[in-house]
């Protein structure tokens, strides 16, 4: 979406919204430079419908978060499943794991393979006792599994820049830490 498309967009929530309508112009450049930068990434169709959509089911003027959401939604719903779902998932990777190879690491759901972090954990918990599998490692999974899944959700609502910048300054962090 360019910055005109922007404008379209306030324009159409202006004429919904006396609040946005109402805004002074140092106000209005704001707004825009911020959806702008927020929205950008996003296909101005899709940020259209997903404002419409906003638009019908709230009485109140959206925000980038509810935008962002509703149109991230659109083309990518969130089929979240169950902790124990997740875990049938889990426990054949385990199953599997001493066999696993980083491709079939990577065939599993971002959430399942957020809690091993690599396919190595996965190797290391395959070969344990299947009690401990059954007992320790299904409760810290569903105990887990909350977190993860709404952290998953959070980092596919933020525009591809910033979530490349996170990475970046987590990366540049974490060898800070290492360095100290």
Known sequence: MNKQETIQ????????YDSIAQKDKTQKELMINTWYECLGDLNYELVLQAVKKTIIESPYPPTIHDIRKNAINMINPIT?????????????????????????????????????????????????????INTVTKGQFLKQYEAITQSEQERRLLPPKMQEFIGKLANKMSINQIGE
């Open 80 to 132: 979240q499943r169950t902790a124990i779902e997740a875990w049938n998932e889990a426990f054949k990777m385990i199953c599997n794991g001493i066999y696993m190879t980083q491709e079939e690491f990577e065939v599993h759901s971002p959430e399942v393979k957020r809690f091993f972090g690599n396919v190595r954990q996965v190797k290391e918990l395959a070969q344990c006792d299947s009690d401990t």
């Open 9 to 16: 967009v306030i324009t159409l929530m202006a004429g919904n």
